[in-house]
């Protein structure tokens, strides 16, 4: 039905950048809503960055003014341009996707996650 990859993890030292992505794939007939997510060793899975279903953008408090999302709407993609990176970014991150998507005559909702990709920052 729908399918998500994120891509552009990697390692980093401290006060650098990284660039994330998001490919959302398959029968989609829209995208309501879009948001990057992290996960920490031993820590819950948390909102870093999102578009929501109303059109705004939320940040969380601690990457406020060194992340920014971004979407292309037309390939369906999503980006997360992190600087000024911190070691306490360090995490798994996520993508996820919630729309609708088309099968046959019908539409039905979907809320999938990517597999993930890795932010190492070192201080």
């Known amino acids: 039905q729908v399918h998500v990859v994120e891509s552009g993890g990697g390692l980093v030292q401290a006060g650098g950048s990284l660039r994330l992505s998001c490919a959302a794939s398959?029968?989609?007939?829209?995208?309501?809503?879009m948001g990057w997510y992290r996960q920490a060793p031993g820590k819950q899975r948390e909102l870093v960055a999102q578009f929501t279903s109303g059109g705004s953008t939320n940040y969380a408090d601690s990457v406020k003014g060194r992340f920014t999302i971004s979407r292309d709407n037309v390939n369906n993609a999503m980006y997360l341009q992190m600087n000024s990176l911190k070691p306490e970014d360090t995490a798994v991150y996520y993508c996820?996707?919630?729309?609708?998507?088309?099968?046959?005559?019908?539409?039905?909702?979907?809320?999938?996650w990517g597999q993930g990709t890795q932010v190492t920052v070192s201080s």
């Open positions: 398959g029968n989609i007939f829209s995208i309501n809503a």
């Open positions: 996820n996707v919630i729309g609708y998507y088309s099968r046959g005559s019908f539409y039905r909702t979907y809320d999938t």
